[in-house]
């Protein structure tokens, strides 16, 4: 209670010091000081800080003391306003009145968040309930926990993707060109030195797979001792969960991609096997497009994308410090883009969550009902000098663009924060904060 306390705190003596003296109430100086100063100074996720600046500045406004004032910008069956009168009695009639369960239009939500957490409810609940059931098949005559385990231990050996051997695609990065105009091959180009790199934390993951795998239908036949990391290792098979070596190494950092099932973490490692196979063997000239979420680093690929550009414009003397991501949505999908760009990258694969991406419009839009993700366009990806962006004179719409965060997962930490872009949208940006728009790798 020391934030609430210390905020009435504030208000009380900023009243007496402006209203009292009939001075006018210093909003700016009332949203930085809550926002930013007695709970914002406790926030220390930069998104979540700003969400709460901009609630701070819808809230806290000349609008609070006109009659029609709501604290739903959006019609509802309910509207939520500030109790008339100073009795108590009265406050305590109006908190009857309150519903049950709050609509997410309050919150400036899309009503589809409401599916979303009821989704979420059900996925947790199911999963309690897999977590918990027997592992053996009972007196039916079906197949034993061991044998369906095993069975599915051995598929997943076989199709687990070839190795990459890591002498060969040395060799073969080697030989592969660079960026236009820089002379650049082999080793010195960054996007090279980028999927080298992608390549050995892939193989990585194949052999931890593959060796995973063969050591179970081992200890499933007796030929090995089932340990408890195997025997863990078999219940997470049977549940068809992902084994948690295959995306965590002992210290629990991350090394691969985490899904909530097995099948379609599997369907990944073979996607991205034939991603980066595609780029290895064909070079970047084939590369029209990268599927983001295929990286296991796509902060490196971006960054790395940064470095080639700089090298482009050397007779400019960009400094790498000096330079921005810069984004345009293109109104095409992957499989209608021609050209390799000179400049930049092209990339594909995401998703948008609390709107959508107005193809015909190129600008934000709201959600359709019941539609929680929306593909995105393919989305061209280069750098760019402040000065540069400013003389190119973008439109955005009338009141600027939205930043929008993209993650790697819907779990929105700065954790899985890989890069943010700029969104063109006719309504004011603070609309889209509040609907929670976001642009994701992966929805699962």
């Known amino acids: 209670t020391s934030d609430i306390d210390a905020c009435i705190l504030f208000i009380e003596k900023h009243l007496a010091a402006t209203v ?22 406790r926030i220390t996720d930069d998104l979540d800080r700003e969400l709460f600046i901009t609630y701070a500045a ?35 009639t109006y908190i009857e ?36 059931q027997p592992k053996d098949s009972g007196s039916g005559g079906g197949k034993s926990a061991d044998e369906i385990v095993r069975e599915k231990a051995q598929e997943l050996f076989e199709k687990t ?26 080793m010195a180009a960054p996007l090279n030195i980028f999927l080298f790199q992608e390549l050995q934390r892939l193989q990585r993951i194949i052999l931890i797979v593959r060796t995973n795998m063969k050591a179970l239908v081992m200890a499933i036949d007796g030929t090995v001792v089932m340990t408890p990391d195997l025997l863990e290792d078999l219940n997470a098979v049977y549940d068809a969960r992902v084994p948690k070596k295959w995306t965590h190494d002992a210290s629990g950092a991350e090394i691969s991609w985490m899904m909530p099932n097995l099948g379609g973490w599997f369907t990944g490692l073979v996607d991205r096997h ?17 599927w983001m979420t295929g990286f296991t680093n796509s902060q490196g690929f971006l960054t790395g994308m940064r470095q080639e550009v ?35 990258q092209n990339v594909h694969g995401l998703f948008i969550e609390g709107g959508r991406w107005n193809r015909h419009e190129g600008r934000l839009d709201e ?26 004179g973008l439109d955005y719409g009338p009141h600027g663009p939205y930043n929008s965060a993209v993650y790697k997962y ?18 004011h940006p603070f609309h889209w904060k509040l609907r929670g728009v976001t642009l994701l790798c992966q929805t699962e």
């Open 20 to 41: 009292m003296v009939g001075q006018p109430i210093s909003w700016s100086t009332t949203q930085y000081m809550i926002a930013e100063v007695q709970y914002g100074g």
């Open 58 to 92: 819808k809230w806290f406004c000349d609008d609070i003391f006109k009659p029609s004032f709501c604290f739903n910008n959006y019609p509802f069956d309910f509207d939520y306003k500030i109790p008339e009168g100073q009795e108590m009695p009265q406050f305590l």
């Open 97 to 132: 009145t309150l519903p049950t369960v709050d609509s997410p239009l309050i919150f400036g939500l899309h009503t589809n968040a409401d599916l979303t957490c009821r989704q979420l409810e059900a996925t947790m609940m199911l999963t309690a309930l897999m977590e918990t």
């Open 161 to 186: 993707p070839k190795d990459f051997v890591e002498e060969v695609f040395r060799a073969q990065v080697q030989k592969l060109i660079g960026p236009r105009g820089t002379g650049d091959k082999g």
């Open 274 to 290: 034939e991603l980066l196979s595609t780029w290895l063997d064909g070079d970047r000239r084939v590369m029209k497009s990268y």
């Open 310 to 344: 700089t090298r482009q414009h050397k007779k400019d003397q960009w400094a790498l410090d000096d330079v921005i991501t810069h984004t345009e949505i293109l109104p095409i999908d992957v499989e209608k883009v021609k050209d390799v760009p000179d400049e930049g």
């Open 367 to 392: 959600s359709e009902p019941k539609k929680l993700f929306v593909g995105m366009p393919v989305i061209f990806v280069t750098a760019m000098t402040m000065k540069d962006r400013k003389n190119k």
């Open 410 to 427: 819907p779990k929105r930490n700065d954790r899985y924060l890989v890069f943010r872009l700029d969104l063109k949208t006719e309504q």
